[in-house]
């Protein structure tokens, strides 16, 4: 079993920035490769962000790539979600995922 919990999300104004946190447990969690997805308001979920357990491999979205960084403290067992320069369509509830597990999302806003 993992679970995986996300934080940090809130309303921002467009620019703007905010950093998620999804705190892992279970397992062997600093094996783990995360992803970060999100899910607009009647649109599917969408990849956003990958890091490898060992945090030098990661990739992005098109969509967010040059404004998100993902990163991970393994020994706190946090995957990081750094979100800068951010746009009205970056609103949605983000989800952080191992395999077949789910945190229970944690909503962004941005203001235009």
């Known amino acids: 079993q993992v679970q995986l919990v996300e934080s940090g999300g809130g309303l921002v104004q467009t620019g703007g920035s905010l950093r998620l946190s999804c705190a892992a447990s279970?397992?062997?969690?600093?094996?783990?490769?995360i992803r970060w997805f999100r899910q607009a308001p009647g649109k599917e979920r969408e990849f956003v962000a990958r890091?490898?357990?060992?945090?030098?491999?990661?990739w992005y979205a098109d969509s967010v790539k040059g404004r998100f960084t993902i990163s991970r403290d393994n020994a706190k067992n946090t995957v990081y979600l750094q979100m800068n320069s951010l746009k009205p369509e970056d609103t949605a509830i983000y989800y952080c995922?191992?395999?077949?597990?789910w945190g229970q999302g944690t909503q962004v806003t941005v203001s235009a």
């Open positions: 890091i490898t357990w060992s945090g030098q491999n990661t």
């Open positions: 995922n191992f395999n077949d597990y």
């Open positions: 279970g397992r062997t969690v600093n094996t783990l490769t």
